[in-house]
């Protein structure tokens, strides 16, 4: 019986490093698009000057002070179905394992 209530513990303890972080309004990141947490993780809100809507989707400019892992400047051309649905009608952008990688995109519904 020890054993078993070990086992449980350690699984219930990696369930919860595995678990994503949450975005400043409250809603979660997928496990898959975040790592670290709200201070120092990967994913971040961008502002929505950043963000042009395209015909092929999405036209994402950074710039330092963009995202907190952004050095120098990024054009990344997002194709509109790889946007994931946001949270809370911002953008948010996961960048691993570097920051010229986009991993996720979050975007705001549409509405039409």
């Given amino acids: 019986m020890p054993m078993r209530s070990i086992l449980t513990c350690v699984m219930i303890a990696y369930a ?11 809603w979660s990141y997928d ?7 709200s ?6 809100m ?20 963009d995202h907190r892992l952004v050095t120098h400047a990024h054009v990344f051309l997002l194709p509109m179905t790889k946007a994931m649905q946001s949270g ?10 570097n920051e010229d990688t986009p991993r996720c995109f979050y975007a705001p519904e549409m509405g039409f």
């Fill in 16 to 26: 919860s490093l595995a678990m994503a972080h949450d975005a400043p309004s409250g």
């Fill in 88 to 97: 809370d009608n911002d953008y948010h952008l996961c960048l691993f394992p």
């Fill in 39 to 44: 201070h120092n993780g990967d994913c971040q």
């Fill in 46 to 65: 961008i502002p929505s000057k950043s963000v042009a809507v395209t015909p092929g989707g999405y036209r994402v400019t950074l710039m330092p002070g």
């Fill in 31 to 37: 496990p898959y698009c975040c790592n670290g947490n």
